[in-house]
């Protein structure tokens, strides 16, 4: 199986911050990979997909980036509704391994 | 509007059968593929496995040996069974949509999650 490591595990920010998450994988899986919100008490949501494509009615905000083995998600501007957790997810193989997550808390 | 909901009882006895059905509506079931996903609570997200209508299917390794996921597409719902239950398997399951099917594995659509609770 392939494993998806996330760093860091937890992010401390203020509205208006650039923040940074990265995501790394056990092996080489292209740009098959996908980033998703999950607030308390939601569902995740899809942010990415392939690596960099904007899911529909996703904030511009949002980008990611990389291929191989390692990617990032960029929230450009903090905004209040984007505290939360993030996750990764290899969509390469089955079982589609998925990172044990990034919160981004109110600094 | 695709919208897709879990539903089935939130308390099972350990050793027994967890069993949740996933309607979905405002697309046809046979036009994606379909999983279940689980978070225990406060953890991360576990893979369960899919289905597509035609009755294929494919399951995490890990839950192998317990798992069925059936579909029944004339009232496009679709379900799952976990069998030998034990306080591990205490989660939120959702169900969720594949994007992109067969090429890529991401879930655009997701139920709200039922919580599932193992205990006797």
């Known amino acids: 199986d392939i494993q998806m490591t996330q760093s860091p595990s937890s992010v401390s920010a203020s509205v208006g911050d650039r923040v940074t998450i990265t995501c790394r994988a056990s092996q080489d899986i292209r740009s098959w990979l996908a980033w998703y919100q999950q607030k308390p008490g939601k569902a995740p949501k899809l942010l990415i997909f392939a690596a960099s494509s904007l899911h529909s009615g996703v904030p511009s905000r949002f980008s990611g980036s990389g291929s191989g083995t390692e990617f990032t998600l960029t929230i450009s501007s903090l905004q209040p509704e984007d505290f939360a957790t993030y996750y990764c997810q290899q969509a390469n193989t089955f079982p589609p391994g998925i990172g044990g997550g990034t919160m981004v808390e109110i600094k | 509007q695709v919208q897709l909901q879990e539903s089935g009882p939130g308390l099972v006895k350990p050793s027994e059968t967890l069993s949740l059905t996933c309607t979905v509506s405002?697309?046809?079931?046979?036009?994606?593929?379909w999983s279940w996903i689980r978070q225990p609570p406060g953890k991360g997200l576990d893979w369960i496995g899919y289905?597509?209508?035609?009755?294929?299917?494919n399951y995490n390794p890990s839950l192998k040996s317990r798992v069925t996921i059936s579909v029944d597409t004339s009232k496009n719902q679709f379900s799952l069974k976990l069998s030998s239950v034990t306080a591990a398997d205490t989660a939120v399951y959702y169900c969720?949509?594949?994007?992109?099917?067969?090429?890529?594995?991401?879930?655009?659509?997701w139920g709200q999650g039922t919580l599932v609770s193992v205990s006797s």
């Open positions: 969720a949509r594949h994007k992109r099917p067969p090429i890529a594995v991401e879930f655009d659509y």
């Open positions: 405002g697309v046809s079931i046979t036009s994606y593929y």
């Open positions: 289905i597509y209508y035609s009755g294929i299917t």
